[in-house]
C-alpha cells in the first residue's frame, strides 16, 4: 500500500463548479498534512495547511478525518486558473514531507 | 526576499556520465531538502539536510548520488554515473528548520539519453 494515495484524475470541471479531491494516507502517526499545487512545468507551492478541526481559505475547504486516514479538498466556483496538480502532502514529526502523486483538475470556460 | 535558486535548469547527458546541480537555499533557512520529481508522480525525498548535517538520507541511491553541503548554505547533488530511470526533475527546497513550511526552487529537469 502507498504512503499517500490520490485520485490522479484528471478532472475535468466548467467554471463555477465544486469539485472534490480525496487522499488516503497509511501511517497512522502521521502528524501535519498538507495540499500543495503544481502547475505545469513549476515547482510545489503550499495551497493550504489540513488541520484536524477542517479549515476553510476563501473557496477552498480542507478537511482531515483521522480515523480514517482521510484528507479532503473542496473547491468551490471553480476558476479556470484553479487548473493544476493539487498534491496531497503527510509528514510525522521531524521528518521530510511525503507527497502524493497529485490530482489534475483542469477547468474549462 | 530572494527565493530558493537552482541552476542549471535543464540537463541533457548521455548515460554513464556524470551530472552535478547546484541549490542555494533563502537565506537563514536552516533545513534543506532534494527531492526527486519523475513525470506523473508527487516528489520523492532524496536527502534533507539540517545546516551541514544529513538528517534523512535513506532514499538516496548511495551507489551513484552524493550530497553535501559543506557550509550549511549551498548545496550540491551529484548523479555518477548517470542511468535513464535518473531522467527527472530535481527539486530543491528550503525551511527555517524541521517541519516548517517548505519553499521550493524552480528545478532542474535531467534527461539521460
Known amino acids: 500500500r502507498k504512503e499517500v494515495e490520490q485520485d490522479p484524475g484528471p478532472f475535468n470541471v466548467p467554471e463555477g463548479a465544486t469539485v472534490a479531491f480525496n487522499c488516503t494516507y497509511s501511517n497512522s502517526a502521521s502528524q501535519s498534512f498538507f495540499w500543495y499545487r503544481q502547475d505545469c512545468r513549476k515547482e510545489p507551492k503550499l495551497l493550504m495547511s489540513?488541520?484536524?478541526s477542517g479549515n476553510e481559505d476563501g473557496r477552498f475547504t480542507a478537511q482531515l478525518n483521522r480515523a480514517s486516514q482521510y484528507i479532503s479538498l473542496l473547491i468551490r466556483d471553480s476558476k479556470l486558473s484553479d487548473s493544476a496538480t493539487y498534491l496531497c502532502?503527510?509528514?510525522?514529526?521531524?521528518?521530510?514531507?511525503?507527497f502524493g502523486k497529485g490530482t489534475t483538475l483542469s477547468v474549462s470556460s | 526576499e530572494a527565493g530558493v535558486a537552482q541552476s542549471p535548469r535543464y540537463k541533457i547527458i548521455e548515460k554513464r556520465q556524470s551530472v552535478a546541480f547546484w541549490c542555494n537555499p533563502i537565506s537563514g533557512h536552516a533545513t534543506l531538502y532534494w527531492y526527486q520529481q519523475i513525470l506523473g508522480q508527487g516528489p520523492k525525498l532524496l536527502i534533507q539536510?539540517?545546516?551541514?548535517?544529513?538528517?534523512?538520507d535513506s532514499q538516496l541511491p548511495k551507489d551513484r548520488f552524493s550530497a553535501e553541503r559543506l557550509k550549511g548554505v549551498d548545496s550540491t547533488l551529484k548523479i555518477q554515473p548517470a542511468k535513464l530511470e535518473d531522467s527527472a526533475v530535481y527539486l530543491c527546497?528550503?525551511?527555517?528548520?524541521?517541519?516548517?513550511?517548505?519553499?521550493f526552487g524552480p528545478g532542474t529537469r535531467l534527461t539521460v539519453t
Open positions: 502532502v503527510v509528514n510525522q514529526a521531524g521528518t521530510a514531507l511525503i
Open positions: 539536510f539540517q545546516n551541514n548535517g544529513v538528517v534523512d
Open positions: 489540513v488541520y484536524s
Open positions: 527546497a528550503s525551511s527555517l528548520g524541521v517541519g516548517d513550511e517548505q519553499y
